[in-house]
């Protein structure tokens, strides 16, 4: 975590991430650096939803779009956990390499995501 702050309500924090095995032949293609990026994200506990973005390293200006929600809503008995989300990288030929890639990485994290849900439910 590079840091962490409060907007009203809403608590925030900005995380690193860097390269690994799996997403460094899609960076390579770019010349490296953008599967090193930072995330942030916002937890608004009273409304049960986690906002995120992701800031590659490498500019590669409007052509790169990361952005999405995980919310925890009643659903009779049980909760439903809702994932909403956007990637779009617009670079010719590797786009949807990187597209891929980035999805992968999101559903490795689907387990920390699990730990926030809980702790926006007051469980943890």
């Not at 995380?15 to 990026?37: I, P």
Request: charged share 30%; with cysteine; proline share 2%.
């Amino acid at each position: 975590v590079l840091r962490e702050w409060q907007e009203g309500e809403i608590h925030c924090w900005r995380t690193r991430y860097e390269a690994d095995g799996q997403s460094q032949d899609a960076s390579r293609l770019l010349g490296g650096g953008l599967f090193e990026y930072e995330q942030e994200a916002r937890l608004d506990k009273s409304a049960g939803r986690l906002t995120w973005e992701v800031f590659p390293k490498l500019n590669v200006g409007g052509s790169f779009k990361a952005q999405g929600s995980v919310e925890v809503r009643a659903a009779g008995d049980e909760t439903e956990r809702i994932i909403e989300g956007e990637i779009r990288v617009g670079i010719p030929i590797i786009g949807a390499k990187i597209e891929e890639a980035v999805r992968e990485r999101l559903a490795q994290s689907y387990e920390g995501d699990a730990r926030i849900v809980l702790e926006m439910l007051g469980k943890a």
